[in-house]
């Protein structure tokens, strides 16, 4: 078939709506000619290719982790960001126009947000009702100065816009709280660029790099010198956008921080970090205004920082974008919008935003109350009012009489809380369905920096694309994301974030590492190292038992006891060791479980995602999903051998991705101290438990060589078979064994003493006391007269030694208290 024949039939079935402008092809079934060239492509493609291609997508978003989380379904969790793999592709005509409109529309809201928060003297002899203000959850009034300027609101700004039928590009909504979606599109750029990359390459695509880096120097040029560096204030992993925090932290280079990191003191905001208090100048925020500041905004908020008004008010921080600014996003806004534009900024907006009504004024309200059948009822501002039936926007043609009545009682019972939209059909792109294109709905969300050059407009973004239409189009009802591909009319110079050679300065100097992070670290090794004894535990359990024959076996009862101790299994004198091995391999019910300590040890990861090595990460996942599958959580008590060495192998390679790819800084050594200290606990309790003094049976010996996997250097060794002195040697004393005590604690005590002195005198953790003092004990003890006692001593030290870290490092001092007085 030739070229214009594989592309006649691939777009054959390819029906737009009536009435409806398509992106792809004209009124009369013609492909448009900025689509003929990539049309064509994918027709020579064909079937099969396009759909190795397509899964090559979607398996990098699996891979590198891209989730969203859905609120309204508790049962789904996260959930797999969902590509739609074929790009929407836009004119440089059309792109001129929007990006011309959109700096305009954040002109214009920057206005209105300056002059809500200097008094509204402006807006107010301009008509504009206060009470649309003053009813906003979004106004927040302690952020009002009348007594100077107000600083910049909008750093980040984007808008939710769509075609309607004769062609107009409308925006449908301002997101001007914290607007998400940046990173996604990025994410899309790079998944679909990579499945399909000879096809990118043929086309003169605008790159998205040149924005991430005017955003990252403008919030930059906000930092002082020795400050804690630019943070991304996350609510955290709980968030639907969580990934998306961890991934702009990323990749802009920024702290990813919550609220419980940070503090204000004196007026100035501090990081908690493991060498003290840093200060932040710079803060990018992902939680909503009300919640940033419990102390005067909203009192039942756990994700702000008290006192962060004060701070911004005496202009100590810079926050981007500033509390208060999600007002814009009220729908309530969008009628006056266009009469403003004139008084506020000289200009007629040239983007019209769909025509909307508020029925907040009377006379408003009585038009679409006339109308109602015809209209669109949305809520007025971004948060749903008590009282409103839930669900919207509400599209009044689609509800049955019922319903109808309901909305019309409520807008006639409290108009303020509505407005009316005029019924605008969404136009359509094309969405590869079944091996076939067809049409769908469509927003386009655009992305716009505040710089010192000026607004800096993403040439992109991405589309929501959806079997709805008329704003329902969202992640949570089931849209699909579409990268956006914006032509250029002639070569784009290829841009990265990384800098030349000549704008590095070499350092080697540790960064700021947040105490939560480090804490997060060490128990995430703490939990993997914790997982992997409670599987060897598990798999010699399972080489030693059968069907038919558990008890009176050596060393069986001693594991059973152990696993049972550990909460890896219930407590039930009369259970099978077998299903004793069972339940601790595959139920996640109990917290010493195998599944539940890698459940702890991946949300451990989850808010640590900005530090944990990518494949590591992974590695991680399948791990976890592992665990998780049918085929072990079924599993049958034969099975439980190998499906434990299974696991074993998946958690070696996650903590071999993790140790040996991260960074030798603060970072690193908290994790090789939370799995040094674990190791060397599980080492102490099997010895405890399997060398009983010289009472010990040989086989219970051999079964403690084999917990510390020391089979084979024994063996080397000693050829007449296990003995209490030398096992006890090798094991405990022989720091050239890896999985020694001693060879922990030599360890323990290094990492210890490179970690930051304690403020405000620069003296050493008392951690370093009990380590140095544990290691001296363990170095004399003779093997031949080790006893129970002494082997529990060590593991009350280990334990000390474990609070002394977290008091020192994950409990921040006031940099201002005395000596001995902790914040």
């Known amino acids: 078939m030739s070229e214009a024949g594989a592309s006649e039939a691939l ?7 009536p009435g409806v402008y398509d992106e792809m092809v004209d009124a009369a079934g013609r492909v448009r000619p900025h689509w003929t060239a990539f049309v064509d492509r994918l027709a020579a493609e064909g079937q099969a290719s396009l759909a190795q291609r397509f899964n090559a997508a979607d398996r990098y978003l699996k891979d590198s982790g891209v989730y969203y989380r859905v609120y309204d379904d508790p049962t789904a969790g996260e959930r797999q960001w969902p590509l739609s793999h074929v790009p929407l592709l836009i004119s440089p005509q059309d792109w001129a126009a929007i990006e011309a409109g959109v700096i305009q529309r954040a002109k214009l809201i920057e206005a209105v947000l300056k002059d809500v928060y200097s008094g509204g003297r402006q807006l107010s002899a301009l008509g504009l009702p206060a009470s649309l203000i003053a009813g906003s959850p979004d106004f927040l009034r302690p952020l009002v100065q009348t007594d100077q300027p107000s600083p910049r609101q909008l750093h980040l700004y984007a808008v939710d816009i ?15 709280q914290a607007p998400s979606g940046a990173g996604f599109a990025l994410e899309n750029r790079i998944a679909l660029s990579r499945a399909m990359a000879d096809v990118f390459r043929g086309f003169d695509v605008e790159r998205l790099a040149p924005f991430f880096d005017a955003l990252r120097v403008e919030l930059a040029s906000h930092r002082e ?53 840093r200060k932040v100048r710079v803060l990018l925020r992902r939680i909503d205004g009300d919640f940033a500041d419990p102390l005067e905004l909203n009192g039942r908020s756990r994700l702000g920082i008290p006192g962060l008004v004060q701070a911004a008010l005496r202009g100590n921080v810079t926050l981007a974008n500033g509390l208060g600014s999600g007002l814009a996003e009220a729908r ?75 909305l019309r009682a409520a807008i006639e019972r409290r108009g303020v809380d509505f407005v009316g939209q005029e019924m605008l059909k969404l136009s359509t792109m094309p969405v590869w369905v079944d091996g076939r294109l067809e049409p769908q709905p469509f927003t386009f969300r655009v992305f716009v920096a505040a710089t010192a050059d000026g607004y800096k407009v993403m040439p992109g973004g991405f589309a929501l694309v959806g079997p709805h239409d008329l704003g329902a189009v969202s992640m949570q009802r089931g849209a699909r994301s579409a990268d956006v591909w914006v032509l250029s009319d002639g070569p784009v110079q290829q841009t990265t974030l990384i800098p030349s050679e000549t704008q590095i300065v070499v350092r080697r100097a540790a960064g700021v590492l947040p105490s939560r992070a480090a804490d997060n670290l060490f128990w995430l090794a703490r939990y993997i190292e914790r997982a992997e004894e409670t599987l060897r535990l598990v ?28 909460g890896a299994a219930p407590t039930d004198p009369h259970a099978n060791p077998a299903l004793i091995g069972l339940t601790a391999l595959a139920r996640s019910q109990f917290d010493g479980a195998v599944p539940a300590l890698v459940a702890a040890a991946r949300r451990a990861a989850s808010v640590t995602r900005d530090r944990f090595p990518a494949d590591a990460w992974r590695a991680l996942e399948d791990l976890n999903a592992f665990l998780l599958s049918p085929e072990t959580r079924e599993i049958a008590e034969v099975a439980v051998l190998e499906k434990a060495s299974t696991a074993i192998r998946l958690i070696a390679a996650v903590t071999g991705f993790q140790l040996e790819t991260m960074n030798r800084q603060a970072g690193w050594r908290f994790v090789k101290l939370g799995l040094r200290i674990e190791r060397a606990l599980a080492t102490c309790r099997f010895a405890r438990q399997f060398a009983r003094a010289q009472g010990g049976s040989r086989d219970e010996l051999d079964l403690l060589l084999e917990l510390n996997d020391c089979h084979i250097t024994y063996r080397s060794r000693y050829p007449l078979g296990a003995a209490f002195a030398p096992v006890m040697d090798l094991v405990l004393l022989d720091e050239s064994n890896p999985r020694s005590l001693l060879f922990q604690l030599s360890r323990l005590k290094g990492h210890v003493l490179a970690l930051p002195l304690l403020p405000p005198t620069n003296r050493p953790s008392p951690a370093l006391a009990v380590a140095d003092r544990l290691h001296a004990i363990v170095s004399v003890l003779d093997p031949v007269k080790i006893r129970h006692d002494d082997i529990l001593g060590i593991e009350n030290g280990l334990m000390q030694l474990s609070d002394e870290i977290s008091m020192s490092y994950f409990r921040v001092r006031d940099p201002f208290a005395t000596e001995g007085e902790a914040s």
């Open 11 to 17: 777009i054959a079935g390819y029906r737009p709506l």
């Open 162 to 176: 769509g075609r309607s039928p004769n062609g107009q590009w409308w925006v449908l909504r301002d997101r001007t």
């Open 225 to 277: 010198t020795d400050d804690a560096g630019v943070c991304l204030l996350t609510p955290g992993p709980l968030n639907e956008t969580y990934f998306e925090h961890a991934y702009l932290a990323r990749y802009l280079g920024l702290r990813l921080v919550e609220g419980i990191d940070l503090l204000v003191l004196g007026g100035s905001v501090y990081l908690r970090t493991v060498g003290g208090l």
């Open 332 to 406: 309530a806004l969008l009628g006056f919008l266009p009469t403003l534009a004139e008084p506020l900024i000289n200009e007629r907006l040239t983007l019209p935003n769909v025509a909307t009504w508020w029925c907040g004024q009377p006379a408003a309200r009585e038009a679409v109350l006339e109308s109602l059948g015809q209209r669109v009822i949305a809520p007025a501002y971004s948060r749903v009012a008590g009282g409103i039936p839930q669900g919207g926007p509400w599209v009044m043609p689609d509800l049955d009489g019922s319903q109808r009545e309901t």
């Open 539 to 566: 798999r010699a359990l399972a080489v030693r038992v059968s069907a038919e024959r558990s008890e009176g076996l050596p060393g069986v009862g001693g594991i059973a006891e152990l696993l049972v101790r550990w």
